[in-house]
């Protein structure tokens, strides 16, 4: 339930409303909005509570309507925020006009290796420098990443590149190490379940993006965003990586390009594609990143390294330095296309 109070409501009335709604025993959460306060209901209300708390609601000062809302997330919901939410990230807005590329190699393997794939996305037009420090590998024993030496590469070349940067935190105690070196805090597929470290981001003063897990439905993975908004960080940016597939014959998983829609319609955050997680390989990643900015993401998040065939992770899906350049041209002429350009 939404109570959507009148433009000239007073902070005193808006207080009114909350009170009665803890009174009664749920959460409100208090919304202010560009001309108005909305205050929503985040507790699930029985369905015998809904009329007469609905009633409650219209008869207190201040209150313009009432509305019931469909969906089990609230935050992360258009009904309670109508507006696409912006993400800034150093000045860099994600969710605006701008279509925004992040890219760069899968891991951080070396200094000579992330500059080099820095130079090169930075060369080609990328605005953000992704390259994982804490590598969540399917087996113990393939290369799990530099740690806290590569979060510090990271760090170094993005100010050397002015490349802003994003890297994956995967343990809740590492947040605050993470924070301290890049500007984005990266949520796994694999762990958009996990909800400490969900709560944990979400106490972080540092914009998230959020995978989808390869299971996970839309209302879950709104779910999770909601974990972390609750806790009172609103900068969460969508990333649609590719879900369990029918086939790994030909592509690693399946790009639900269909997501973004339904995003778009649904939730007010912003919403980008990974197209080398979805596909595996780097041959269909120019095309599937075509599609998605065609369709309506807000960005990328591209694997690119300077020789991919050295790579200690992913190589098969990385995307030489040409490649991305040539791929960079065409987001461009589409982004141009459908007035994003
Ligand atoms: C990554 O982007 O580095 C990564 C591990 O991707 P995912 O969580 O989508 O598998
Ligand atoms: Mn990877």
Redesign the pocket.
Known sequence: MIIAMRADATPEEIQGIIDKITEVGMQALNLPGGDRTVIGVASSIPADMREPLTELMLSLPGVDHVAQVSRTYKLASREFHAADTVVDVKGIKIGGREVVVMAGP??VESREQLLAAAQAVKEAGGRIL?G?AF??RTSPYAFQGLGLEGLKLLREVGAQTGLATVT?VLDHHDVEAVMAHADIL??????MHNFPLLVAVGKASRPVLL??G?SATIDEWLLSAEYILSEGNPSVIL?E??VHPLDRTYTRNTLDLSAISVIKEVSHLPVII?P???TGSWRYVPAMSRAAIAAGADGL?V?VHPDPKQAL??GPQALKPEVFARLMDDVRRIAAVIGRG
């Open positions: 899968c891991a992704r994982g590598k969540p994956e990266q949520i796994g597929a694999r762990n995978k989808r390869p990333c990586r590719g990974d080398s997680h979805a998040l694997e992770c992913d």
